[in-house]
């Protein structure tokens, strides 16, 4: 079907686009003095986006050769904004704003392009978020009236229209067709609906004023992000089931109407005799009649056989089937559910939102619906990333000595009090069986809702997000046994690595086992501000950098002692493949989580045949990421791990008389292997350092209270482990043989957790200790730290060991260079020394032997 051509973009460059706020011209004057943009391969080393796909040909992998239909889409784009800006309501539009001057820092090259913008703009409305920090330019986003941002001229400057295909990450399209597909094929019973990410653009939806300290991150106590919920939301009871209802969209439905509107536009125009908003299909340059017109033109074809690219095509029919036929409006009038997160830190981060299309009673055309609310949320200039989120799934006795000493049976932390005690772990998970031996409490019931209880025994908050129990042999049940399971009565056969330490429950899986996440923020708010730990023994195949990952970090940053510590993913190996790299999967992919890998296991749960924990399992996910950043970061043991094992029937199940061997179950008790359940081991025992420093264990290796360091941030656990992490010998591939691995590779990261190797411990371990916590750094400064080596007193380590990590805020969904802060550690010392340049760690090793 043919489209009323609304506008004619093949000679002429003075334009008339209807849209919704109005009408206005350009001239060929204004067209010819914009700024300089990027070019489609400069887009590709940027941003993991749509928009090389929407510009290649269908004959053809290749881009267009000569970009000159690039060129047309940008004017294109142009055109919209300064339309926009004409407008009655002076739309602002989304703009990349990259300088590139020579020998200046990242942080020189943002103050030019706040003060170029300055000049026609007050500084308390300049907001600018950093897509890139590179030695050579800096590219950040921000949204400008058009005639501002034509005034970046100068050489140093590109200035990039944000249009559609850009913002959304690259396999957006066919991760909605996936996910539809998933929830077409939902057997729970219902509750799996695809869901979009949207990242606001800088400076839009704003928290309101009053608010910004709502989750206060200073040293006044913390506000639980469930109470803020509930202060303007009304959200939960003290004991009901807690939703994810997000934030009220004061402020927002604009941004809401707007997109609905422009989903219903081919109806809004047939009942109006002008058309009330720009057709959707006029909203894309590759799906507008400019384009089509374009192609025709015999003096601007560039195909050769005036060939629409093959996404244009592919969108061209959604439209015409979906859209225009207007079979989807009732399903966009009704079944569609928006949700804002306003952003608490708003120099630096971009509130989100997030729709969430109900599939309840979907028919054949609801994947076609679908597939074009991505397009209308993409044409939205308020909206900056675009982004499906991916279904994930779940990625002791043993473990316990293995990480406290390598000698079974042998606890020398236990024995000096470091278990736990005083610290809350939260799990997201399956949920957990509440009455099992090694969580029920006989003096009192379960909290559930949003009520934390302090006083509990093991679980001190258990929020339903799905549920309140986990099915039969859960994994979440086995994930909680291996942080914290301890049995009140007796020692167990398989407790926890932080026995002394409590819970607090995000239940996620239903009684299949499947997660249903809720959003990000609420998911990590669970036992707030009282956990600093989150273990997420889950995560997709997705290799990008995800809004998921962006969130992650995005919290971390924002709340300074809080560790999250999540699963790479069982990938690593499939029907013969082994080493398979790229396979750590979102939200693993996070800059300032730590990505945890699995090694083998030994002793008698083990399973026979293993090359032992010198060695990591074949099925542990590889790196790099999308982004080309080491992962894993570090790998602890993850096969034939005993612990709690699920049974929702029976009330206090607990250890049988036979304990199950490697990969089996009996009882109460449960074997299993996987990155999940390596995870648990890592978060644990981050409990147990942030007991060390707490309780004034360190530096003397005794305990202290004169000493106590009551708040470590989570980059200094996070160092702390990373430091003392061990090398690994290679893969354990089975009858297939070891494959090599290295230090520090996407194999085994920074090695092996050794709680032994990374703390002081008096008369127990060899390893003295040296930190600098929260440590501050301006723009090209150095900072210069000295250390005594004095072996005389009984270290007997033959390596020097430094590690620098530091937390930034979250990056752009689908960046191509995601670190944005570039820290250089060096070590002057008088031996050979090797260096290691990581990303959000970086290590020196020095060889001591000898010496």
């Not at 003096?299 to 439209?319: I, K, V």
């Not at 191509?816 to 970086?842: A, E, P």
């Amino acid at each position: 079907m043919m489209i009323k051509p609304l506008l004619s973009l093949i000679t002429a460059l003075s334009i008339t686009i209807p849209l919704t706020y109005g009408q206005a011209t350009t001239t060929t004057e204004m067209m010819d003095n914009i700024p300089t943009h990027l070019t489609l391969t400069e887009l590709e080393l940027l941003l993991d986006s749509e928009t090389a796909t929407e510009f290649k040909t269908s004959s053809s992998e290749e881009l267009l050769s000569d970009e000159s239909t690039w060129e047309e889409a940008n004017r294109y784009e142009w055109i919209k904004a300064l339309n926009a800006e004409k407008s009655a309501l002076s739309q602002k539009y989304p703009y990349l704003l990259c300088h590139t001057g020579a020998n200046m820092s990242g942080w020189q090259r943002r103050l030019a392009i706040a003060k170029a913008i300055n000049e026609t703009v007050a500084e308390e409305e300049i907001y600018l978020h950093t897509l890139l920090n590179d030695d050579d330019y800096l590219c950040v986003y921000g949204q400008l009236l058009a005639s501002v941002a034509m005034t970046l001229t100068e050489d140093v400057f590109v200035v990039q229209p944000v249009m559609a295909s850009l913002k959304m990450i690259k396999g957006a399209v066919e991760g909605m067709t996936e996910e539809y597909a998933k929830a077409l094929s939902d057997s729970s019973g219902g509750g799996y609906f695809p869901k979009v990410d949207m990242g606001l653009c800088p400076g839009v939806a704003l928290m309101e004023e009053g608010n910004e300290d709502a989750t206060n991150n200073g040293e006044g106590e913390e506000q639980s992000y469930f109470e803020y919920l509930q202060q303007v939301n009304g959200m939960g009871g003290s004991n009901s089931a807690v939703g994810d209802e997000g934030e009220n969209l004061d402020g927002v439905e604009d941004i809401t109407e707007s997109i609905t509107n422009l989903l219903l536009s081919e109806s809004l125009n047939n009942n109006s005799s002008e058309p009330a908003v720009l057709p959707l299909s006029q909203e894309f340059y590759t799906t507008s009649q400019a384009y089509i017109g374009y192609l025709n033109s015999s003096t601007n074809s560039t195909t050769g056989d005036n060939e629409q690219s093959e996404r244009a095509q592919f969108w061209g029919d959604l439209l015409d089937e979906f859209q225009s036929s207007g079979i989807c409006d009732e399903t966009y009038k009704t079944r569609l559910t928006w949700k804002i997160y306003r952003s608490t830190q708003p120099t630096r981060a971009s509130s989100q939102m997030q729709v969430v299309y109900n599939n309840t009673g979907e028919t054949e055309t609801d994947s076609g619906c679908a597939l074009v609310l991505l397009l209308a949320i993409s044409a939205n200039p308020d909206v900056c990333s675009v982004d499906v989120r991916r279904g994930v799934e779940p990625s002791n006795q043993i473990a316990s000595f293995m990480v406290e000493s390598e000698r079974q049976n042998q606890n020398p932390f236990r024995a000096r009090g470091i278990d736990g005690t005083g610290e809350t772990v939260t799990i997201s998970d399956t949920g957990v069986d509440p009455d099992h031996c090694y969580f029920d409490d006989p003096n009192k019931s379960q909290p559930t809702g949003l009520t934390f209880d302090p006083s509990a025994r093991k679980i001190q908050q258990y929020v339903p997000f799905v549920d309140t129990n986990d099915y039969q042999y859960g994994h979440g049940t086995h994930v909680a046994g291996t942080i914290a399971g301890k049995r009140w009565d007796a020692d167990g056969a398989a407790d926890g690595i932080a026995p002394g330490a409590k819970l607090a429950v995000a239940d996620i899986g239903n009684r299949n086992g499947d997660l249903l996440t809720p959003n990000d923020k609420t998911l990590l708010s669970t036992g707030r501000p009282q956990s600093q730990i989150h273990s997420a023994s889950w995560g997709s195949e997705f290799n990008f950098y995800t809004s998921r990952a962006r969130n992650f970090d995005q919290f971390m940053f924002e709340n300074d002692e809080f560790l999250i510590i999540v699963a790479a993913g069982n990938s690593g190996s499939n029907d013969g493949a082994f080493d398979i790299p790229n396979t750590v999967g979102d939200p693993a992919t996070a800059k300032n989580v730590i990505a945890v890998g699995a090694h083998n296991s030994w002793g008698h749960s083990s399973a026979s045949g293993n090359l032992g924990p010198s060695y990591i399992a074949d099925f542990s996910s590889r790196g790099p990421t999308a982004d080309n950043r080491m992962k894993p970061d570090i790998v602890a043991v993850g096969k034939s791990v005993l612990s709690a094992g699920a049974d929702p029937n029976v009330v206090g199940e607990c250890d049988p008389s036979k304990i199950p061997g490697a990969n089996s179950r009996n009882g109460g008790l449960l074997s299993l292997q996987g990155t999940s359940m390596a995870t648990p081991v890592v978060s644990s025992t981050a409990a147990l350092i942030r007991q060390y420093f707490r309780d004034g264990y360190y530096p003397s290796g005794e305990k202290n209270s004169d000493d106590a360091y009551p708040n470590p941030s989570g980059a200094l656990v996070k160092a702390v482990l990373m430091n003392g992490a061990q090398n690994l010998r290679g893969v354990d591939n089975g009858v297939h043989g070891v494959t090599d691995s290295k230090p520090y590779d996407n194999t085994q990261g920074f090695g092996r957790l050794s709680l032994q190797d990374s703390v002081y411990l008096a008369g127990q371990t060899n390893v003295q200790l040296e930190v600098w916590d929260r440590e501050r750094i301006e723009d090209q400064d150095i900072n210069t730290y000295n250390v005594t080596i004095d072996k005389s007193n009984g270290c007997e380590a033959e390596d020097l060991s430094v590690t620098l990590v530091w937390i930034e805020e979250g990056s752009n969904p689908g960046c191509q260079n995601c670190v944005l802060n570039d820290l250089d550690l060096s070590v002057s010392f008088r031996v050979k020394l090797t260096t290691r340049m990581g990303k959000n760690l970086q290590t020196v090793r020095i060889l001591l032997s000898g010496w």
